[in-house]
């Protein structure tokens, strides 16, 4: 678990340093934001999915990358340090951050 909480946090801080709307102050605050995040995904996320799998169906699937960026926005709400520049910065944040967190998990799993 402590694993994926730093890989998280190095998915978070790479994305911010991409230049895309989102902003970590340091590392400190990206290890805060993952733990949130987290969080959100935990509590916020499946509610969100439940209400809005009408659309979701209608879109098949896609409208989860709008949740995941709700979620993402959430989490820098209630993260200092943590900011997020926008409804598409946080879309894209969220998806980059996804892709990043997979591709270093594969990582640390061949290691």
């Given at each position: 678990?402590?694993?994926r909480w730093l890989i998280s946090a190095v998915s978070i801080y790479l994305?911010?340093?991409l230049g895309i709307g989102v902003e970590v102050r340091n590392f400190w605050a990206a290890l805060l934001a993952a733990l949130v995040l987290g969080l959100g995904n935990l509590l916020v996320r499946p509610i969100l999915l439940l209400l809005t799998l009408p659309i979701n169906l209608l879109t098949?699937?896609?409208f989860t990358l709008v949740v995941n960026g709700i979620v993402f926005?959430?989490?820098a709400a209630f993260t200092p340090g943590f900011q997020v520049r926008g409804f598409g910065a946080a879309i894209i944040g969220a998806l980059l951050t996804g892709i990043a967190s997979?591709?270093?998990g594969?990582?640390?799993r061949a290691l």
């Open positions: 678990m402590l694993a994305v911010a340093l098949l699937g896609l926005l959430i989490a997979a591709i270093l594969l990582i640390w």
